[in-house]
């Protein structure tokens, strides 16, 4: 992770927090490539964690 914590602050959502499922699937889908790649990266990575 070249910039941990990066979607939490794009998304204003604390850090501790977890990012609301509809919010991240929005991102996913922004204008802003970077943003949705990391989006996208996010929803891939939580599929590891279980």
Known sequence: MKH??????ELG????????EKKLEKA???????????ARLANTLESFHQ
């Not at 941990?4 to 602050?9: F, V």
């Not at 996913?28 to 990391?38: F, G, I, Q, V, Y």
């Open 28 to 38: 996913a889908h922004s204008d802003n490539p970077k943003l949705a790649k990391r």
């Open 4 to 9: 941990p914590g990066a979607l939490h602050r």
């Open 13 to 20: 959502v604390a850090q501790g927090d977890k990012i609301p």
